[in-house]
């Protein structure tokens, strides 16, 4: 336990809580830079070439798979990183919170860490390998499991 500038005592995050939310800032950071990328086709247009697309069915250019990044893996992991180090309530989400008796950036980091490792492994069966694919599965595979752990249930437990 710490003490406030208010002297009321409040507890330290537990050192997996600390790892979430750095890897949901860190998977948030990218996601954004690479889905603003694939969105509005900035950058070097040989890193994902439109061949690529052939399979991938129900795409036919990279703007979807890019506000997919953008928005969902990037605000959305930012926004979960921000609910898991600084726990705010909002009126809106007190229904996930009471269903799941967590906080509601416990069960956002769940479906984020989930998502990515079901999206890498629709890259890994569409694309050519890259390094970066097993570098954001095991950060997925991370995000989806570190919140189950004792220290972030009770950490990250309704209040």
Known sequence: MTLTTTGVARQARPHNVVWIGTLLLVLGIGAVGGGWAMTFGIG????????????????????VPGLVLLLGFGVGSLVAAYGVLQRPHWNWTRGIERVTGHHWSWIATIAIGVGQVIWIGLEVISIPFSWLMPTFGLV??????????????DHLQRS
């Open 44 to 63: 070097d247009s040989n890193v994902l070439p439109d061949e690529y697309l052939e399979a991938l069915p129900l795409v036919n250019s990279w703007v």
């Open 140 to 153: 997925g595979l991370a995000l989806a499991l570190l919140p189950l752990t004792p220290s972030a249930r």
